[in-house]
């Protein structure tokens, strides 16, 4: 968090960015565990609608280029103490998708404040909702998965579910967002 601390946020704000990773961390251990019993889970991540969801809400407030790189890594590093074996991508391995998806949201979080000020969240989400799950994929292989037809059948289902649960979760958060956006709460956070 001394990163954080040292790139001008305030002490509120790295407690609001804190307080969010570990909800997110928190919600998706508790529901991915609850989800793995059904078949679901293998096709449709359906937790992570809410993941993306405060992840949006995450920059929205704090919206500066790095939120969500260390937002990822945080996630990552967190994935990679408490669940090392889950994900498809064992230990620390987490990490190169997790950081490569957080660039990619920031960058276009960031490219596009000015031409899309709320589009940005769903060209953000989508375009690094398909370029995460591909680095995940390139770890995979790397590590010896075969990229045979099976596995090319499901990642590609994969990345059409993904696209659909992160556009729903960046619905929902441009909703909350609607809703709390004037609230004096938000405006003394976001300024802090």
Do not use: C
């Not at 660039?103 to 398909?130: E, H, I, N, S």
């Not at 680095?135 to 998965?145: L, P, Q, S």
């Not at 994969?158 to 967002?177: D, P, R, Y």
């Amino acid at each position: 968090m001394q990163v954080l601390k040292k790139r001008g946020l305030s002490t509120a704000q790295v407690v609001f960015f804190a307080s969010m990773v570990a909800l997110d961390f928190g919600w998706g251990m508790v529901i991915k565990t609850a989800l793995q019993l059904t078949a679901i889970h293998s096709v449709a991540r359906l937790e992570m609608i809410v993941s993306v969801m405060l992840m949006v809400l995450t920059r929205l407030m704090l919206d500066r280029f790095g939120t969500l790189i260390a937002y990822e890594l945080a996630w990552g590093l967190l994935a990679a103490v408490f669940m090392p074996a889950a994900g498809g991508e064992p230990g620390f391995l987490k990490l190169v998708p997790a950081l490569t998806q957080g660039v990619v949201f920031d960058a276009l979080f960031t490219l596009l404040r000015r031409p899309l000020p709320l589009g940005r969240a769903y060209v953000a989400v989508l375009v690094g909702g398909l370029i995460g799950p591909s680095a995940a994929m390139v770890v995979r292989t790397a590590m010896g998965m075969p990229w045979a037809t099976a596995t090319q059948f499901l990642f590609s289902i994969s990345l059409v579910t993904s696209l659909a649960i992160n556009g729903l979760g960046v619905w929902l958060a441009l909703s909350v967002w609607k809703r709390i956006n004037g609230l004096q709460a938000v405006a003394m956070l976001r300024t802090a």
